[in-house]
């Protein structure tokens, strides 16, 4: 069983569209994460979500929006979207605020 | 600004010799320092942590060295063997929160 599911893993997309990656987690954790790898490979953290509400909102453009139906699902859904998000977009969990993030296996995205 | 450091973009190593990886951090304030492993077309999975009241923490074949003063860390694997061939990312976290911090990853190769 897939702890941390991101769906789908490859998204190949026009400019301008607006598109959803979804993320299922089945360990019971209480907190959620997105993180973006560019081009350079770095990881940088996007958004943190604990049972719920959102605790962590780096610098993103408000293009990008966060929705958690529930403490297993964070999904993340993208406007207009722009040549620069293309990346590779990491989904993870962890048990509390402090515990270690099991991760996803990514979602390739690409704006053409 | 990058507050996290792998200076080594890739490392070669024979197998059954040590590994070693370093990692560097501007940020006094971090507390918690760990390693992720990640090969392609995966998430990054948990490795090894450190706590920064402790200067050692050792799991099977990998052992993780913090030195405060030099604000360095550093993976050591031995043996190393093929299966270890992937990019290790370090990462580190104040404990005001549970925001990760991630260098740029280090590639390891690890020869027959």
């Known amino acids: 069983d897939t702890a941390v599911s991101q769906t789908p893993k490859y998204l190949v997309t026009q400019m301008g569209n607006d598109k959803s990656i979804k993320c299922e987690q089945n360990l019971g954790h209480d907190t959620m994460y997105w993180y973006k790898q560019d081009s350079k490979k770095f990881l940088k953290i996007m958004f943190s979500y604990n049972n719920k509400e959102l605790i962590i909102n780096e610098t993103v453009p408000n293009r990008f929006s966060p929705k958690s139906p529930d403490k297993a699902h964070l999904n993340l859904h993208i406007n207009s979207l722009e040549l620069g998000d293309s990346a590779v977009y990491f989904c993870?969990?962890?048990?509390?605020?402090?515990?270690?993030?099991?991760f996803g296996q990514g979602t390739r995205l690409t704006v053409v | 600004d990058q507050q996290v450091k792998q200076n080594s973009p890739s490392l070669s190593v024979q197998e059954g010799r040590i590994s070693i990886l370093n990692c560097d951090y501007t940020n006094s304030m971090f507390d918690y320092f760990l390693w992720y492993k990640k090969y392609p077309a995966e998430g990054p999975t948990f490795l090894i942590s450190i706590s920064s009241i402790k200067d050692k923490n050792e799991d099977g074949r990998f052992t993780v060295f913090l030195n405060k003063s030099a604000k360095h860390l550093s993976l050591h694997i031995v043996p190393s063997q093929p299966g270890d061939s992937a990019v290790y990312f370090c990462a580190a976290r104040r404990n005001a929160g549970n925001m990760l911090t991630f260098g740029g990853g280090t590639r390891l190769m690890v020869k027959p």
């Open positions: 993870a969990s962890s048990q509390d605020r402090y515990g270690e993030a099991f």
